[in-house]
């Protein structure tokens, strides 16, 4: 999870009008191989005299975008792979029963119900061809005008398979219910088990990455430890688990201030957390965290959020890639080579003389990006002069438990309860719907006043047959 930061879900509407270009065709090298998705346009795209954009991911910035295009003369044509947009601060809260995921997860076709300009299609993205400004998907192709790369970034295992293969990453919401059902299933072997020594593993949860998400993990995980399992596993003995928080650098929350890292540090060995800074992860068996240096941990649930990795798509030339995997953009946000193809948020490297190695990969440099280039398409279409984008860093947040929090802002730094009313109040105004914020607000008003979060539910996933895999179960 990213620091979360103040941002603002609508844009200005526009209503000029233009003329629509002719298709640029691009020359760049082979033919695209031919397969069953890339002979059928995609159904049920209703014609239209705009020019196209097609935008691939519903995250931050795709939504965003999609709906600062909402009537203005151009035809927006959204992808994504699921029909919802998820509110990613929030994971951490439906891995711990918290809050239940239909309350941070927002329908898109709802979100879209006043767009007439704005067409969504589940479809899975395989590829692009520039050379006839095509989409390729596992539904058909679609041309496009303007094509919007907004596909974000998923969990980086530093290419070790078994820690791949062992862990628990926390990038959609299907792995955050995933967590959720793990470590209640956990305790529930637990229960069953005489020897201590052979329930140590089950019991004990090892988190991997001192960056937010890790500290809110940690923080929420030894707050059901020493306030709710107790309660519903009385014959367990709670003081034998434990919670770790493993972080490879010299201190938590890496991109926030001293005061912030250091309270963080603080509440969490308040918690009852064991933080062990400057250690690295060598390997995972699905048993064991090895160590560099020191003697392994026992586990059965290792949460991975170490790091995470700009998402690829096959079309685009190698030269347009920085080293680090992230698509080389320009302060317009058009991808190196290209003239009519861009990317957005934490898939983009944008070197600016204020950040040299691109902008952090959070929320907010997203939202900004999105709101940019929402304003300088229509600029483009009508052959003026866009705008450069210029980041405002509105300032950072993490929660560590009930009433702790750290909170940085460009004019002021502050820290525990204040910041905690603060984290709450901004993610509850940055959720998408009313009825989603008063379920919400509820949900955190119980849990304060009974500490006692009632949706602790192991919903085991019914068998899915072969046939149905691909449509119903989400790939790992």
């Not at 009537?71 to 809050?99: E, M, R, S, W």
């Not at 929402?374 to 950072?396: C, E, M, R, W």
């Amino acid at each position: 999870m990213k620091a979360f930061d103040f941002f603002h879900l609508q844009g200005k509407e526009f209503t000029s009008f233009f003329v629509q270009r002719p298709l640029k065709i691009v020359n760049v090298g082979k033919p695209f191989p031919m397969n069953a998705f890339s002979t059928t346009p995609l159904p049920n795209i209703p014609p239209s005299q705009f020019p196209k954009v097609v935008i691939i991911g519903a995250g931050f910035a795709g939504l965003k975008l999609a709906r600062m295009l909402n009537k203005k003369p151009f035809q927006v044509i959204l992808l994504d792979k699921n029909n919802y947009h998820q509110f990613q601060p929030l994971f951490y809260q439906v891995a711990t029963a918290g809050l239940e995921p239909s309350a941070i997860s927002f329908p898109l076709r709802k979100i879209l119900h006043h767009s007439k300009n704005v067409i969504f299609r589940m479809c899975e993205v395989k590829s692009i061809d520039r050379s006839v400004n095509r989409v390729f998907t596992d539904a058909g192709y679609v041309e496009y005008n303007y094509l919007v790369l907004a596909m974000g970034a998923d969990t980086n295992y530093f290419g070790s398979r078994s820690i791949a293969n062992f862990s628990s990453p926390m990038k959609t919401v299907s792995e955050a219910l995933y967590i959720r059902n793990k470590i209640i299933s956990n305790y529930e072997k637990a229960i069953n088990i005489q020897k201590l020594e052979d329930r140590r593993s089950l019991m004990n949860v090892v988190i991997v990455g001192g960056g937010p998400t890790g500290v809110e993990l940690a923080g929420a995980m030894a707050e059901l430890r020493n306030n709710v399992l107790p309660k519903d596993y009385p014959e367990l003995s709670f003081k034998n688990m434990k919670v770790v928080l493993i972080e490879a650098g010299p201190s938590l929350l890496g991109a926030m201030s001293e005061e912030a890292k250091n309270h963080a540090l603080k509440y969490l060995q308040q918690l009852g957390v064991e933080v062990l800074l400057k250690t690295m992860v060598e390997d995972y068996d699905g048993h064991r965290v090895y160590l560099k240096g020191q003697a392994p941990i026992e586990t059965q649930t290792l949460l991975w959020a170490a790091g995470i990795k700009p998402n690829r798509i096959e079309g685009l030339e190698e030269k347009s890639y920085a080293k680090n995997g992230r698509i080389i953009v320009d302060e317009f946000s058009k991808i190196k080579g290209t003239e009519t193809i861009f990317a957005l948020g934490d898939l983009s490297l944008m070197q600016t003389e204020d950040y040299p190695l691109g902008h952090p990969q959070v929320a907010q440099v997203a939202l900004q990006q999105a709101k940019n280039l929402g304003n300088n398409l229509p600029l483009i279409q009508a052959n003026k002069t866009p705008v450069k984008f210029k980041y405002k860093d509105l300032g950072s947040m993490a929660t560590v438990g009930r009433k702790l929090a750290v909170v940085d802002l460009p004019f002021v730094k502050f820290q525990g309860i204040l910041a905690w009313i603060t984290w709450l109040f901004v993610h509850l105004m940055a959720i998408l719907g009313v009825k989603n914020k008063l379920l919400i607000f509820l949900d955190w008003s119980w849990n304060y006043l009974s500490f006692d979060p009632s949706l602790r539910l192991l919903i085991k996933p019914k068998y899915v047959k072969e046939s149905e895999r691909k449509e119903l179960i989400e790939e790992k």
